[in-house]
């Protein structure tokens, strides 16, 4: 059984700078598709960024080349570099892994991103 933990959320300032971290344990993730979603109060969630095991990258159409994905096989972690927030971007945001071959999925317990105006 795959477990997340999710690390990173806070409060900033419009403008600012978040790094979100999310580290995998309890099995291999190399193949599995790892990214980040975000839930806002009353709003559907939704994907911020995702990037496979081939290292393919997908970003929300929100995201506008603000954000940046990466992931460490070695250490089984995926990471969101937030740049440029704006009061928009306020959400929980949930680390994901999935697997492309099964319906395996897992989600972290999500971590609060709050921007202020």
């Known amino acids: 059984q795959v477990q997340l933990v999710e690390s990173g959320g806070g409060t900033v300032q419009s403008g600012g700078s978040l790094r979100l971290s999310c580290v995998a344990s309890?099995?291999?993730?190399?193949?599995?598709?790892m990214g980040w979603y975000r839930q806002a109060p009353g709003k559907e969630r939704e994907l911020a960024a995702q990037?496979?095991?081939?290292?393919?990258?997908t970003y929300g159409e929100f995201v506008k080349g603000r954000f940046t994905i990466s992931r460490d096989d070695a250490t089984n972690t995926v990471e969101l570099q937030m740049n440029n927030l704006t009061p928009d971007d306020t959400a929980v945001y949930y680390c994901?892994?999935?697997?492309?071959?099964?319906?395996?999925?897992?989600w972290g317990q999500g971590t609060q991103v709050t921007v202020s105006s």
């Open positions: 309890g099995g291999g993730v190399n193949l599995y598709r």
């Open positions: 990037i496979t095991g081939g290292g393919y990258i």
């Open positions: 994901n892994v999935n697997s492309p071959f099964s319906r395996r999925e897992y």
